[in-house]
C-alpha cells in the first residue's frame, strides 16, 4: 500500500489513548468477573455500575442509594438520536468538503487536532519525477473513501437501532445507570470523531489525490460494506426474535417476562447482537483497510465491553432457566 510523504503522525495521540484505557478498564473488569466468586469481595456499587437491564436481577442486593442513580433503559433511543443527528453533522461535513473542496469549520478544525488528528503535508519530491513517467498513486483517496464510507456505515447503524428502539424492541421496566446513559451519550460522539479524524487532511482541507473519489475504491471497501450488511441483518433478526418473544402471534405485547430465545446465532452464543456489534465495528476496521490502528483500538473496546455483557447475561440466563441450551456459550461460539 503506498505512503505519505511528510507525514505526522504521533504512535499514542490523545484518541487513542482514550480508546485503549477504555479497553484495558473493560479488560479488567471482565477478568474480575470471571474470577470464582468468594475469592474477591462484592463491592455492590460497582456491581450496579457494570450492569443494566436484567443482569441487574443477577447481581448482589441493590442499595436503596443505587436506585437514586436508576434511569429506564428506554432511554438507550437517546444515544442513536445523538448519533443519527451528530454523525449525520460529521457525514455531512465531510462530503461537503470532499465535493465542494470547502474546508472544515474552524471548531471542528481545532477539536480534531486536540484530539490528535494526522496532519499531512503533502511534498514534492524530485526523485519521484525523475523515477516514474506518470503521477504517483498516494493513499489520500483511499482513507478519505474509507473514513467516508465507515461515517456511513456508523450513521446507517444508529439510524436502524433507533429504528428498532422506537418499533422493534419491547422495553420493561429496566434500568440503566445514570453514568452508562452519560457514557452511552458521550460515546456515539466520540466515535464519529475518531472517524473523521482519520480523514487525511491539509489544513483545514481535506486532501484527496484525484476529483474522482470512487476511482479510489479498492477491494477491501467492498469487502468491508458486504460484512457490514452480514452483520447488521443478523444483528436485526436477532432483536425481532428477542422482540417476539413477548408477543403473542397477532404482535401484540403480552408480557415484559424473560424467555430463552432460539434461532438464528441464538443458537450458538446467548447474546448474539452484542457479537454483531463486534462485528459490525470490525468490517469498519476492514473498510479501513486493515492497517488503522486507532479504529483497532475501538474494536478492541468495542470487544471487552461486549464480552462483559455478553458475560453477565449467560450467568442471568442459565441462573433463571434450568433447561437452558448447554452447548451454548456467552459471546464467541465455541469458545467464550
Known amino acids: 500500500m503506498a505512503t505519505w510523504a511528510g507525514t505526522e503522525v504521533s504512535a499514542l495521540n490523545p484518541l487513542r489513548a482514550v480508546w485503549l484505557t477504555l479497553a484495558a478498564t473493560f479488560l479488567l473488569t471482565l477478568l474480575l468477573q470471571l474470577v470464582p466468586a468468594g475469592l474477591l ?9 457494570i450492569r443494566y437491564g436484567k443482569t441487574k436481577e443477577g447481581a448482589p442486593p441493590r442499595p436503596a442509594a443505587c436506585r437514586a442513580f436508576d434511569v429506564p433503559k428506554r432511554y438507550f433511543s437517546h444515544f442513536y438520536i445523538i448519533s443519527v443527528l451528530w454523525n449525520g453533522f460529521l457525514l455531512w461535513s465531510l462530503t461537503h468538503s470532499l465535493v465542494t473542496g470547502a474546508p472544515f469549520p474552524n471548531w471542528l478544525h481545532g477539536l480534531l487536532r486536540i484530539l490528535g488528528t494526522a496532519q499531512f ?3 514534492l519530491i524530485n526523485l519521484y519525477r525523475s523515477l516514474y513517467t506518470r503521477p504517483v498513486c498516494l493513499a ?3 482513507l478519505a473513501l474509507s473514513a467516508l464510507l465507515v461515517l456511513a456505515f456508523l450513521w446507517l447503524h444508529s439510524l436502524r437501532r433507533l429504528f428498532e428502539c422506537l418499533f422493534v424492541s419491547v422495553f420493561s421496566n429496566a434500568v440503566i445507570h445514570v453514568v452508562q446513559y452519560w457514557f452511552g451519550l458521550v460515546y456515539y460522539i466520540l466515535v ?3 472517524v473523521l479524524s482519520q480523514v487525511p487532511m491539509d489544513g483545514r482541507n481535506v486532501y484527496v489525490i484525484g476529483k474522482n473519489l470512487l476511482m479510489q475504491a479498492r477491494w477491501f471497501h467492498i469487502l468491508g460494506m458486504m460484512m ?3 452483520s447488521s441483518a443478523h444483528q436485526y433478526r436477532c ?20 424467555r430463552i430465545p432460539f434461532g438464528d446465532w441464538f443458537e450458538y452464543v446467548s447474546s448474539p447482537n452484542y457479537l454483531a456489534e463486534l462485528m459490525i465495528y470490525i468490517s469498519m476496521a476492514v473498510t479501513f483497510g486493515f492497517y488503522n490502528l486507532t479504529w483497532w483500538l475501538v474494536v478492541t473496546y468495542v470487544f471487552f465491553s461486549q464480552a462483559l455483557s455478553a458475560f453477565l447475561s449467560h450467568k442471568f440466563y442459565k441462573s433463571k432457566f434450568i433447561s437452558y441450551p448447554k452447548h451454548r456459550k456467552a459471546f464467541l461460539p465455541f469458545l467464550f
Open 192 to 194: 464519529g470523531l475518531t
Open 121 to 123: 503535508r503533502v511534498l
Open 239 to 258: 432483536h425481532v426474535i428477542l422482540s417476539n418473544l413477548r408477543k403473542n402471534k397477532a404482535g401484540v405485547v403480552i408480557h415484559c417476562n424473560h
Open 228 to 230: 457490514f450488511i452480514w
Open 140 to 142: 489520500g483517496g483511499e
Open 41 to 49: 469481595p462484592t463491592c455492590a456499587f460497582f456491581q450496579d455500575l
